[in-house]
């Protein structure tokens, strides 16, 4: 029997594998990286400090792992790690499209590997594994959810939760809360309608599913829509994984964009509950409350940016909350016990493809600005300010960081029927785009500091802030670490290409690693002579 | 196409990428199986609008019967096998009448016509081609245009000189749109890099981020600095596009696009 951590006096021991009562709201374990955000909250904040301003210079590689043997995926080139690796029990767990890799964290040696055949799906990313006990659950990028033994990477069963066929398609790193393994799915090609599902960690038998439009005329948020039709092919897909909040018992979870994804004129209405933070109950799928970042979205702008929950004062008073960098351009700080609205604010451009906002704190689309046959521009990229990449949170600085996009973009209508399917127009111009990493003051949604590019570089890959005062982020190709309090670059290292995962930490041994996915190599980096 | 996350530019589709993009690229990206057979569906488009339009619409997006677009039956099927049943037996219980007198190659262009509607909305590699006449209309006020550019954009710019014959370079309204916004093939970037020496070389930019500066000097010469020792001047072509990007209103860039697009 291993002792792993301590969470007040209780010793949770892992001699059955991981313990679901692992994960909790805001403390993350030194030994282990146990959920796709490390803790529930998602602000992918460390409390481990051995690696710190005062000796980050001395941080060096201990060792790579590059994915051999599997060349170009179809579509999309070669493998990208999109994935954060699980850490339990010294062993690794991470994956991209149809593989899963089991790593030694002190070495570096593949373990084992998984390997699911290619039969369609987009392979576009693949965020990581599930774990519970000691089981794995995986989503091969066809709809098939499927659970494996750690030990060894032999398959237990999987089973068919999303139809390939009709461009559903599955990237999520499933997600456990109690007994429920939450999996969400993705699809814009051919209006499919979005929905998350509970299954269960043994059986992998449904539990409940929750869907992102209302199920018939009449229904709750039904008024939204103009017809069933129309909330059938509706979209909201909720290909990311969620947060949660145990005392409250509220799943957090963002939704996609609405279909078809450009042509909004069958679709008149808000659109409930596409591009929204739905709060659910895990238990249920029984829906709490909402808010709906890009009502009626015309411009693909999936909300699916992972919703950070953290606790801080607000003119003296403590309140649970809840904020989204999202996709849209704007950042929004809401009461998660309710979902009522403290701060909107676009961060990327004046957000002037809304008119303002409603009573609840949410943009009032400008049709003026809805894509147009003969384009309209918008003073962000056309196709969103933000995507995936996780955001952090740091209760040390309370700033909020995200890796954004600035710049304008126009957006075209192509199909003018009364019936448009898929896309139905497009976005396009990336017009004087540039990259930034963003600090955004929690209470006014005010930027701090902004680290912005123009010309050849960028940033890339997500974030992590550690209580050693330091942000890791991918910046020019290199893994850079910053002073999350200016954004001063306070250590760089090159890597085989560009960061394309979230960092995430974890202590072996006595020693903090830092692991960081770029391209096909994930990268450990330790304090060099720390041994 | 990007798929590492460097977001300049930000080429993201949805979940980020989206193949290597056109109509090939998209279909494997997407898995939406082999591609249909344009002849096959060529020959079998008169034979669905006598037979099925009717009820089901002539680009097969429905009517009094349901969408075959978005159907679950003719997404599954790759070899008309289910189609074809349904066709020759038709689906009484739904109201839907047989079709015994339809051929297999009838059946087969009908199958092949569905296949290229799902095509066309499906694989969004194909929407250059199929809305290329809308994106080359103009709908703005030349005139107007003219008034915008003259006032705006002949300290750099010349209609009878580097812009003569632009409308006719890019006969895309949509096209010419966005390149005269924000041109995206400015060439080479040009910088001066001045060392604590004082001793300044210019050239054309190899490298330029964060902690690296490259440059090739007119001699060829290849010069490298870490970024944090020297002062980086680059040249900026497109101060003048940038300064206009906040003033346009959605009617400058189509009138200003229509004028271009009279310069033949």
Redesign the interface.
């Known amino acids: 029997m291993k002792t792993l951590f301590l969470i007040g006096t209780a010793v949770l021991t892992l001699a059955q594998g991981l313990d679901p009562k692992a994960f909790s709201l805001f403390k993350l374990p030194g030994g282990v990286w146990p959920t796709y955000n490390g803790d529930y909250s998602g602000r992918r904040f460390s409390d481990l400090d051995q690696i710190n301003q005062s000796n980050v210079e001395l941080l060096k590689i201990e060792w790579m792992y590059r994915i051999q043997g599997i060349g170009p995926q ?4 070669n493998p ?1 790690i ?1 994935s954060t690796p699980l850490l339990v029990n010294g062993v690794l767990y991470f994956t991209i499209p149809d593989h899963v890799f089991a790593i030694d964290a002190h070495t570096g040696e593949r373990l084992w590997q998984y390997d699911s055949e290619d039969h ?6 693949q965020r990581g594994v599930g774990m519970y006990g000691n089981w794995l659950y995986f989503m091969s ?2 709809g098939w959810f499927v659970s494996l033994d750690s030990k060894n990477g032999k398959e237990r069963w999987k089973k068919k939760v999303a ?5 559903y ?1 599955t ?1 999520i790193a499933p997600m456990v809360v109690k007994n429920h393994i939450l999996i969400g799915v ?1 699809g ?4 499919v309608r979005g929905y998350l599902e509970s299954r269960d960690p043994e059986t992998g038998e449904l539990q409940w599913r929750w869907w992102s439009t209302p199920e018939k005329v009449g229904d709750q948020a039904s008024d939204t829509w103009p017809n069933k039709s129309a909330m059938d ?1 509706g979209g909201g897909m909720t ?1 990311l994984p969620g947060t949660y909040d145990p005392e409250l018992n509220l799943l957090y979870w963002g939704t ?1 964009n609405a279909n078809p994804v450009f042509a909004g004129q069958s679709r008149k209405g808000a659109n409930l509950w596409t591009a929204s933070i739905v709060a659910l109950n895990p238990d249920t799928g029984k829906l709490a409350w909402w808010f709906q970042a890009s009502p009626h979205d015309t411009h ?1 702008w ?1 909300n699916v940016e992972t919703p950070v929950l953290f606790d801080a004062v607000i003119d003296g008073q403590p309140r649970k909350l809840l904020a989204q960098g999202a996709r849209c351009g704007w950042f929004f700080v809401l009461d998660r016990t309710n979902g009522k609205n403290l701060v909107s604010a676009p961060f990327s451009g004046t957000g002037n493809w809304a008119k303002g906002v409603d009573a609840k704190g949410q943009p009032i689309p400008d049709p ?1 600005k809805e894509p ?6 918008i ?1 962000m ?1 056309a ?2 300010a933000t ?3 996780p955001p952090s949170y740091s209760p040390q600085t309370e700033l909020f960081y995200l ?3 600035e ?2 973009g ?1 957006a ?1 209508l ?1 199909d ?1 029927s009364d ?1 448009p ?3 139905g127009g ?1 976005g ?8 930034a990493l963003f600090a955004l003051d929690i209470r006014t949604g005010k930027i701090k500091w902004k680290h912005e ?9 997500g974030i992590m802030t550690t209580a050693g005062k330091l942000l890791f982020t ?5 893994l ?1 670490a910053f002073d999350p309090a200016d954004g001063r ?1 306070l250590w ?1 290292q ?1 890597l085989s ?4 995962n979230g960092p995430s930490t974890w202590t072996l041994d006595g020693k903090q690693y830092i692991i960081v996915g770029a ?1 096909d190599t994930l990268y450990a980096f330790t304090l060099a002579g720390k041994k | 196409m990007i798929f590492i996350l460097v977001l300049t530019p930000p080429v993201l589709m949805a979940q980020e990428g989206g193949g290597r993009g056109g109509r090939g690229g998209t279909r494997e990206f997407l898995g939406l199986g082999p591609a249909p057979d344009a002849a096959a569906a060529k020959k079998g488009e008169p034979i669905y609008i006598a037979n099925c339009a009717a009820c089901h619409g002539k680009t097969a997006r429905g009517g009094e019967a349901p969408d075959l677009v978005r159907s679950v039956v003719i997404l599954h099927d790759e070899k008309d096998e289910e189609i074809g049943a349904l066709i020759k037996n038709g689906r009484p219980e739904a109201g839907m009448p047989a079709f015994p007198g339809l051929s297999q190659e009838d059946i087969h262009g009908i199958s092949q016509f569905l296949k290229m509607q799902v095509e066309l909305t499906a694989n969004r590699g194909t929407y250059g081609q199929t809305y290329s006449s809308l994106r080359s209309q103009t709908s703005g006020d030349a005139r107007k245009g003219q008034d915008f550019f003259e006032a705006n954009c002949v300290a750099c710019h010349s209609a009878a000189g580097d812009l003569a014959k632009i409308g006719a370079k890019f006969p895309q309204a949509a096209i010419l749109q966005s390149r005269f916004i924000w041109p995206s093939t400015p060439g080479p970037a040009h910088a001066t890099v001045t060392a604590k020496s004082g001793q300044a070389i210019a050239g054309t930019v190899l490298r330029l981020d964060d902690f690296d500066v490259a440059l090739r000097d007119s001699s060829g010469e290849y010069h490298y600095w870490p970024r944090d020792q020297v002062q980086v001047q680059v040249e900026d072509k497109l101060g003048g596009h940038r300064a206009l990007l906040p003033k346009y209103s959605d009617a400058d860039i189509h009138n200003v696009t229509s004028y271009l697009a009279t310069l033949k």
């Not at chain 1, 147009?372 to 521009?377: L, Q």
């Not at chain 1, 290409?497 to 394309?500: A, E, G």
Request: glycine share 24%; hydrophobic share 20%.
């Open positions: 179809r579509g999309v080139g990208t999109k369609g799906g987009h392979l576009v990313g990028p066809d139809d390939e066929k009709l461009q398609f990237t993705g814009d090609a051919m209006d092919h290909w996609g693909d999936d003026a147009k046959e003969n384009g309209s521009m003073d990229p196709m969103g995507n995936w990449p890796n954004g996009t710049g304008y126009i075209y192509y003018t019936n399917e898929g896309y497009g396009g111009g990336n017009f004087d785009t540039k990259s590019h123009t010309g050849a570089g960028g940033v890339s890959g991918g910046d020019s190709g290199q850079v670059i760089h090159r290409s560009s960061v394309s391209g």
